[in-house]
Every structure is written in structure tokens, then in C-alpha cells.
């Protein structure tokens, strides 16, 4: 199959990129070293390509509706100009995927857009226009991954590199706002969000001038092997790996996000969620720290002392900024509370670990 490539390709290999397949796109992962870039963004300031996120808008006169009963959070709470995190359902409450709504500012051409995960754009707008259909609503579902390029740039320096480059008011804008402007001269979307922990900012702009937003913001380039470490110091879901529909079925509630579900309004799946809540889970998502020598990786058993199987590493790395080993596993609720000692099977040897609260970093 023929890899997607991001609008600022060309760039990317000019600046000595290596690359990896990322859910159908050639993406870099790495410009200088993974531990330079991650120190960057957690000390300065660092800049990503994730064009690779889909861009799908939603607009008509059912559009709020139709976003309401395909997520599982409150889209009637949003505001022009402030976004949410929610999670797509199945009738059973299973993760599809997990996403981004927003609420354009009144001065946008669209009113809604959403931000499915790599890979998942095309089955997000079937899905939407399917649903849109079978329930006779009026909105329109528009694919724009290919039309809008997104850069994210995150750090502490973040704002004052920005607000170099652009008119927008970065101080007006709370986290989960987004605003309107010329970012280095080009109209962009200009939210505050991230997927690092850090202060930062998602710029979203047109595709065919991808360049000149990502040459404005001088700053270390970083790819998406920094922008793991990062997301895992902060216990964030990586969509595919810490849940999948098929090979790692999970509900909001065991993957931790039963915040995003809000049970009184109507989604697909909230019956199912319902019982969840009510019933509890068999598994949640929990943070381990390795306290023996290794790295945990995804895939690794999860054991007792006694070498009973309690679960499996869904995300593990040696953390940059800690200088230990980290991972989250799924594992039954007993284990969830920090402090409980466990053995991870790293390369057929049980390591001693401990369960442990995330974020891993005080963010």
C-alpha cells in the first residue's frame, strides 16, 4: 500500500529525518535524537508535524446533533471557540477511537471539526455520513485531511515564540480554546491543545502553506518518537496500542477516560457505558514503574509475585525526563491503586515493578 505523505515531506527529508509508517503515512520520527528533542519540549521549546491527525468539519442544521450522538461527551457545552475531548463508541461502549471536537470561532467558514487519529479519517467521515443518513439529519460531513496541514508546537517558550508569528491573542486563549489568524502571514486555526503535557499550541492552516508556518517557528524539529515518550509521561492513550476495537477492546472507564462520558445525554454506546458504570470494570489502565533493570514494551505479561497473570503492557519506554522505566497495563481494579508490587516479564525474566498514579510528571 502506498504511504501517505504530509505536505511538509520535502522539509522533513531536507532536515535529515529518518521515517516510519504511522497508521498509512510516512511520517519522521526522529530529525536529531529522540532523548534531544523530547529534553527540547520540556525544557524550551520543540515543533511536530502531525498533519498525519485527521481534519473532518461537520456543519448544518443537525451538526451539534449529530456530533452529540456520535461522541460521548457534552458537544451542546461547547462554546464558539472551545473544544473537548471525547471518545467514539461502539454499541457496546468499545473504543473506535478517541478524538478532539471542536466548535469553530463565529468567524470561521465551518462550525464543527473533529480530529480523528492517523489512519482513521476515512472510517470517522463513513461513519458520520452513515449515521447522518439512517437518522435523516441535516448536516454536512466533509473530509479535510488533505486540505488542512496541523503543527503543534509545545514547550514552555511556546507562547513567546508564537506570539512572534502571530496576531492571534495567545493569552485569551484557555486551554481547550481555539482562535482565529494569520499565523506567519498564513490564516490559521490556533488552538490550545497538545498531546505533551507542556504549554503549547495546535495550528492548523492550509495545507499548500504548511511551509511557511513551519519555517517561521524556529524552533528544534521533533518527531514522533519524542512525541511518544512525551505522551506516555503523562499517561496519555495512544489510539491503536493502549485501546483498538479488535486487538485491544476497551471502554472509556478501563482505558481512564470515564470522565469524557457523559451519561445524560443520547450517544451510541451509552447504554452499554451505562451498565459499565454502574457494574464497574474487570481491568483499568494503570501506570507501572519498572524497579529492576529494563524496559517494559508493549506486549509484555504482567504477573503476581506468585507468577499468576494479572494483564499485559499496552505502552511502556524508558522515560527521558524521569530517567526510569515507565509503562501503563491494563490490570484488574485491585491493582489499581499505586504502591502494589507486581513483575513485569521483560525478555522472559520477571522485573520487579510497582503500580503507580499517572501523569508520571507533575504537569
Known amino acids: 500500500m502506498t504511504l501517505r505523505s504530509p505536505p511538509l515531506a520535502r522539509v522533513h527529508e531536507e532536515g535529515g529525518a529518518r521515517f516510519t509508517d504511522f497508521g498509512g503515512w510516512e511520517m519522521p520520527v526522529e530529525f536529531d535524537s529522540i532523548r534531544e528533542e523530547h529534553a527540547a519540549v520540556r525544557e524550551s521549546v520543540g515543533k511536530f508535524d502531525v498533519s498525519h491527525m485527521g481534519q473532518v468539519t461537520v456543519d448544518g442544521p ?11 461527551n457534552d458537544v451542546t457545552a461547547l462554546a464558539p471557540g ?29 462550525e464543527f471539526l473533529f480530529v480523528p487519529n492517523a489512519g482513521h479519517d476515512e472510517e470517522m467521515t463513513d461513519r458520520w455520513t452513515t449515521h447522518r443518513d439512517e437518522w435523516g439529519l441535516d ?12 503543527v503543534a508546537v509545545q514547550g514552555p517558550d511556546a507562547p513567546t515564540l508564537l506570539a512572534d508569528e502571530t496576531d492571534v491573542d495567545l493569552d485569551e486563549l484557555d486551554r481547550f480554546d481555539v482562535g482565529s489568524g494569520p499565523v506567519a502571514g498564513v490564516e490559521s486555526l490556533v488552538a490550545r491543545t497538545g498531546y505533551t503535557g507542556e504549554r503549547g499550541f495546535e495550528i492548523l492552516c492550509p495545507w499548500g502553506e504548511a511551509e511557511s508556518v513551519w519555517a517561521a517557528l524556529d524552533c528544534q524539529p521533533c518527531g514522533l ?17 493502549d485501546f483498538h476495537p479488535e486487538d485491544e477492546p476497551r471502554t472509556p ?26 457494574e464497574g470494570v474487570d481491568a483499568k489502565l494503570v501506570g507501572l514503574e519498572l524497579v529492576d ?15 499468576d497473570t494479572l494483564g499485559h503492557v499496552t505502552s511502556g519506554t524508558m522515560s527521558p525526563t524521569l530517567g526510569e522505566p515507565i509503562a501503563l497495563a ?34
Open 139 to 150: 448536516a454536512t460531513v466533509t473530509n479535510r485531511t488533505t486540505e488542512y496541514a496541523m
Open 62 to 72: 443537525d451538526a451539534e446533533r449529530l456530533l452529540q450522538r456520535l461522541t460521548t
Open 293 to 307: 533493570r529494563g524496559v517494559p514494551r508493549h506486549g509484555y505479561e504482567v504477573r503476581t509475585r506468585d507468577g
Open 225 to 241: 518518537g519524542a512525541r511518544d515518550t512525551l505522551r506516555l509521561e503523562m499517561g496519555f492513550l495512544l489510539s491503536g496500542q
Open 82 to 110: 472551545e473544544a473537548q475531548y471525547a471518545a467514539v463508541t461502539d454499541e457496546e461502549g468499545v473504543m473506535l477511537d478517541d478524538t478532539v471536537v471542536y466548535r469553530l470561532p463565529a468567524d470561521s467558514d465551518d
Open 253 to 278: 472507564h478501563e482505558a481512564g477516560i470515564g470522565w469524557t462520558v457523559k451519561l445524560d445525554t443520547e450517544f451510541v454506546g451509552r447504554d452499554a457505558l451505562e451498565r459499565v458504570d454502574r
Open 330 to 363: 491494563y490490570l484488574p481494579p485491585a491493582y489499581a491503586d499505586p504502591g502494589q508490587s507486581v513483575r513485569v516479564v521483560v525478555r522472559g525474566e520477571p522485573k520487579k515493578a510497582r503500580t503507580r498514579a499517572t501523569p508520571f510528571l507533575d504537569r
